[in-house]
């Protein structure tokens, strides 16, 4: 069965300091892979997202992630963190389905905690 | 461009008391609906997803049930809740295309008491 593994449910760092979320999957296909945060009470937001192609991909708020098939791993990357990123950070596999994807399987979330 | 609502942003509900819940969806056609619960702490879980009026694919047996009466608008149901069926309820869409996003609207809080 299709899984996603975020090892670290709590990350706290510095502002200004660099920040790596890990996520791993477990996906017999090459999946499409989502990341998405969420500011308390509210919705998700999608950051970035990986179909094929280059395995660097940008996202917005300056986030980026690598795609790393031999890994099954798809971490999450931002070089300078600033307060307002402090939220929960979801990772998350869609399964294919007739050529494009249907459900989104989530990881457990880790939750950014950013000190001054 | 487009745009996704859910109703009520916070419910407070008795156990044995009936739910409905509504997701609407403005400015695309024949969208994929989802409904997702994010119990406290943890992640989300699907719980029911449709690709059309009147088609739905129930991912988690349990107390609840979801309809789709139009096209943009899906609902979740339920006869009588239960304390677990605390959490936020989020509602979702995405476009027919192999590579369009889920988007996600602002979830409902509901409290079982």
């Known amino acids: 069965a299709q899984s996603v593994t975020q090892p670290d449910i709590h990350i706290t760092v510095s502002e200004g300091a660099s920040l790596e979320l890990r996520c791993n999957y477990s996906?017999?296909?090459?999946?499409?892979l989502f990341w998405y945060v969420q500011s308390p009470g509210q919705g998700l937001q999608l950051l970035l997202k990986?179909?094929?192609?280059?395995?660097l991909v940008q996202g917005i708020k300056g986030f980026e992630a690598e795609f790393k098939r031999s890994q099954s791993s798809f971490n999450l990357r931002k070089p300078s963190v600033h307060w307002s990123d402090a939220a929960e950070y979801f990772c998350a596999v869609g399964t294919r389905f007739s050529g494009g994807y249907n459900k989104l399987i989530f990881g457990a979330g880790t939750r950014l905690a950013v000190h001054p | 461009s487009q745009t996704i609502h859910q109703w009520p942003a916070t419910l407070v509900q008795p156990v044995g008391s009936p739910l409905s819940l509504e997701c609407t969806v403005e400015g695309t056609s024949n969208p994929n609906l989802y409904w997702y619960r994010q119990a406290a702490g943890r992640g989300l879980q699907l719980l029911f997803y449709?690709?059309?009026?009147?088609?739905i694919s129930s991912e988690v047996p349990q107390n609840l049930s979801a309809s789709r009466p139009q096209d943009r608008q899906f609902i979740l149901s339920s006869k009588k809740l239960l304390l677990s069926d605390s959490g936020f309820y989020l509602c979702?869409?995405?476009?027919?295309?192999?590579?369009?996003?889920?988007?996600f609207g602002p979830g409902t809080r509901l409290t079982v008491l």
């Open positions: 449709s690709v059309g009026i009147g088609q």
């Open positions: 990986y179909f094929s192609g280059d395995t």
């Open positions: 979702a869409w995405r476009g027919g295309g192999a590579g369009d996003t889920q988007y």
């Open positions: 996906y017999g296909a090459t999946p499409y």
